[in-house]
């Protein structure tokens, strides 16, 4: 093993990390690295171990074998945790209480002044409502007073459960705003998610979940080169001129064709610029050519397959 | 230090905003305003007088009561926060699980207090308007508010013992109900028909004084109601053993020994609770 260097030591570092529940392994043999300021996200299906292995980084549950590191230490309960912040998946406060007062008493645990609740609650949006139960609150709202106490201390490595399930899409935006401007100032943030359409433009590395074991992690490119998934082509020509694109194709290009204007097909990412040329010379009616490239969810099912959870 | 009152505060906060307080308090207060109105009613001449009347029949009704609203304030504290969520919020925060339960304990202690002597004390007002008993009545009365709160604190430590073992919140309530009933109800029945079926009388006064001591209701009642010469003589209770192995600093000793035991117990399951 090679001993990574000083400066170059990774934030967040799992070693062969397996955790078990009587006949259940939640995580099972998983090394993982996450630098600093970077933002990688955990996907898996239900009961692939994000959730474990979330807490297993916040130090509430120890791993059977392995090692982690966060920051340079092991996380545990006693550990100094005034610059770690956690948004649970599920997290109903009590609702008897107003939004101040719960975000109040986190920063009173946390140590910090009363005047950053009230600029966190303004930033979530919640300004208007500081003053009523949290019983009268909508799931956003909720959510949003959720991440208010996250943001408390300005911590080093958040880590979100789920972060946007609930959300509305405006209030989804505002949410990765949020998150984005904590990113530009160096925070590390770990995101636990399904919406895989709205992350992966957001985020640096993904790393993919099956029964407990990293299946793969990786940029989206890094991924992309590794799944080997054929570039979707879309051309758009003028009305019932497809034939023209189909005829530059290769006989056993398989392509379908959306009207009668519009025609797609998949083409492997090494033919994709012959492909292309091809195209250009074609001399009139292309009107527009688009090139999409497997997306998340499409790589997500390519590696950790279809099935459900058993 | 500052987490446990961070977390005390927040529970006072909570029992206050969500009427556990003013329900609490409303109910010893009328129970106890009833139980001294109808004790004020002549009954012919006894020795002892009105006060020390009304403070063994509040002693009754602690018995039952307390224990109730100790239980109900704390059954909840760790399973209904673990239910929530919050739960786990909480311990990623800088506040070990010992604190937790140390916070809450004494948010939910000054919760029973604030109950206690707001209900007990208005009602002693009434006797202090009508300048009946003695210094040393007084003395009980203020005994049997304090020897209230450790009974109370000893059921909250039993909650939270119930809290932190179960995993759903509904097996909790359940168990705190059961656990209420034996505890002040069937084991002085199951100990009421041992001695009545025991006619040899293998059951010595020595064996009794220490069936007693196992459960902290009978302590409670013991304490309040042999505590002085009068309180016992107005409750009947002057026949009971006068071994030492009951005198009033025994029996206190024996319900802080009930409370630490179940406290310290929480704090070691939930160090080991899997979240």
């Known amino acids: 093993m090679v001993i990574a260097d000083q400066t170059k030591e990774p934030f967040i570092a799992l070693q062969n990390v397996s955790k078990h529940y009587r006949n259940h392994h939640a995580v099972d043999s998983l090394s993982l690295s996450v630098n600093k300021g970077e933002s990688l996200a ?7 171990g994000k959730t474990t292995l979330l807490k297993l980084i916040l130090g509430l549950t120890r791993p059977n074998t392995g090692s982690i590191k966060v920051n340079g230490e092991v996380p545990s309960q006693t550990s100094d945790r005034k610059s770690i912040a956690f948004l649970p998946e599920i997290v109903s406060f009590p609702g008897s209480m107003t939004g101040k007062e719960l975000i109040t008493f986190y920063a009173r645990l946390k140590n910090r002044p009363e005047s950053e609740c009230n600029k966190l609650l303004e930033l979530v949006g919640l300004t208007d409502a500081v003053s009523k139960k949290v019983e009268t609150y909508s799931k956003g709202m909720r959510q949003r007073l959720g991440l208010a106490q996250a943001l408390l201390g300005e911590p080093e490595l958040i880590l979100l459960d789920e ?5 509305d899409p405006s209030l989804r935006k505002k949410f990765y705003n949020i998150i984005e401007d904590c990113k530009s100032t160096g925070t590390t943030i770990l995101i636990s998610s399904h919406a895989l359409s709205e992350i992966e433009t957001r985020i640096d590395r993904v790393a993919i979940l099956k029964r407990g074991r990293l299946v793969i992690h990786g940029s989206l490119d890094e991924l992309r080169t590794a799944a080997d998934l054929p570039v979707q082509i879309r051309v758009s020509t003028l009305s019932g001129q497809t034939p023209i694109v189909s005829d530059v194709l290769k006989p056993e290009t398989p392509w379908r064709k959306f009207n009668d204007h519009c025609i797609e097909f998949d083409c492997h990412q090494d033919e994709k610029l012959s492909v292309l040329q091809n195209l250009s010379r074609i001399p009139s009616g292309v009107t527009d ?8 969810d499409e790589l997500y099912i390519h590696f950790a397959g279809e099935e459900n959870e058993s | ?15 206050i905003r969500n009427r556990w307080v003013i329900a609490s308090i409303l109910l010893l207060l009328v129970l106890a305003a009833s139980l001294t ?11 002892a007088s009105l006060l020390s009347v009304t403070m063994v029949s509040l002693t009754s009704l602690s018995i039952y009561l307390i224990p109730l609203i100790a239980l109900m304030l704390a059954f909840d504290a760790i399973v209904g926060e673990s239910e929530r969520g919050t739960l786990l919020l909480l311990l990623t925060y800088p506040i070990r699980r010992w604190q937790i339960i140390i916070g809450k304990f004494l948010g939910h202690l000054s919760i029973l207090a604030i109950a206690i002597f707001l209900g007990y004390g208005l009602v002693a007002l009434y006797f202090v308007f009508d300048d009946v008993g003695t210094a040393q009545e007084w003395l ?11 009974l109370g604190a000893v059921f909250i430590a039993l909650g939270y013992l119930v809290s932190v073992i179960v995993q759903q919140r509904a097996t909790a309530t359940g168990i705190s109900l059961v656990l209420w009933l034996f505890i002040v109800v069937f084991y002085d029945l199951i100990l009421l028909g041992a001695l009545l079926a025991d ?10 004084a220490v069936l007693i001591l196992f459960n902290p209701a009978d302590v409670y009642r013991l304490f309040n ?18 071994s030492d192995l009951l005198s009033p600093v025994t029996l206190i000793m024996t319900l802080i020994i009930w409370l630490l035991i179940p406290l310290m117990l929480s704090i070691y399951i939930f160090q080991k609770r899997e979240v």
């Open chain 1, 289 to 296: 050519i688009e090139i999409l490239p497997p997306r998340l």
């Open chain 1, 42 to 48: 955990l996907i898996g299906h239900n009961g692939a």
């Open chain 2, 140 to 150: 009980g009365y203020l005994l049997m508010m304090g020897s209230s709160l450790l």
């Open chain 2, 37 to 47: 109105l109808l004790g004020s009613t002549p009954v012919g001449i006894t020795k």
């Open chain 2, 199 to 208: 006619k040899s009388h293998i059951i010595q006064s020595k064996l009794l």
């Open chain 1, 163 to 167: 972060p946007t399930s609930g959300l």
């Open chain 2, 225 to 242: 109601l042999t505590g002085s010469d009068i309180s016992a003589l107005a409750s009947g209770m002057s026949g009971i053993t006068q």
């Open chain 2, 1 to 15: 230090m500052k987490p446990i009152l961070v977390m005390a505060l927040a529970e006072i906060q909570e029992g």
